[in-house]
């Protein structure tokens, strides 16, 4: 079975643009998470989907939003980005519900000039 | 809220040798999860070991294990016969019952020497 796909590994933006980013879950996995890992914050939870609907969302400015597909592929984007943007986006998949495993992607770094 | 607090940054370990790596919480829900996930440079995060809060037996994974201290809200991972692969960040994470929102620590950054 495959892992979590993250595309892409590695993305350049500078100031004021937006980003997408693309998670691909482990097949018949209904949840997907994201998280933001930098050397300051460490890893923070910015949002789960399951079924296509956000079902949890931690405590990031709206520029920070995202969705799942009918497939349960998600997309994460920032729009406006700031300098403080720069981290490691991971993205972790599970079965459905809090009880079960998540695994993760490899992540995108994201740095903005 | 939740916390997670791991409050060594940077441990070592001889190869071959047994190593504690600690974690504290803090939470007032009954039901949750602990974990420990590994890092290593390819910065894919591994699960290591799971342990559900319900269950008083201590979680082991081959050379891993843990000591859960429930009422002290504790949860450290022991790694015996380290071996050089497993140099990584060490994240212990936290999960609530309700929800999937996990917590994680600051990380351990685990050395093995040869």
């Known amino acids: 079975k495959a892992g979590v796909t993250q595309t892409p590994r590695y993305l350049i933006k500078t100031r004021g643009q937006q980003v997408t980013l693309s998670c691909s879950p482990i097949s018949g996995h209904r949840s997907v998470s994201w998280y933001q890992q930098t050397p300051g914050q460490g890893l923070q939870f910015l949002f789960e989907y399951f079924s296509e609907t956000q079902r949890n969302k931690g405590n990031f400015p709206g520029r920070f939003s995202g969705r799942q597909f009918s497939n349960s592929r998600s997309e994460m984007n920032v729009s406006t980005l700031e300098l403080g943007d720069s981290a490691l986006y991971l993205c972790?998949?599970?079965?459905?519900?809090?009880?079960?495993?998540?695994?993760f992607g490899a992540g995108t770094r994201l740095s903005v000039l | 809220a939740q916390t997670v607090t791991q409050s060594q940054p940077e441990m070592s370990v001889q190869e071959a040798e047994t190593v504690t790596l600690s974690c504290t919480y803090d939470?007032?829900?009954?039901?949750?999860?602990l974990f420990w996930y590994k890092q290593p440079p390819s910065r894919q995060m591994i699960l290591v070991i799971r342990?559900?809060?319900?269950?008083?037996q201590n979680a082991t994974e081959n050379r891993f294990s843990v000591n859960f201290q429930k009422a002290a809200k504790s949860f450290s991972l022991k790694i015996s016969d380290s071996q050089l692969g497993d140099a990584a960040m060490y994240f212990c994470?936290?999960?609530?019952?309700?929800?999937?929102?996990?917590?994680f620590g600051a990380g351990t950054r685990l050395t093995v020497k040869p």
């Open positions: 994470a936290y999960r609530s019952g309700n929800n999937n929102d996990m917590r």
């Open positions: 939470t007032s829900e009954s039901d949750y999860y």
């Open positions: 972790a998949s599970s079965l459905q519900g809090s009880k079960n495993i998540q695994y």
């Open positions: 342990q559900e809060a319900y269950k008083q």
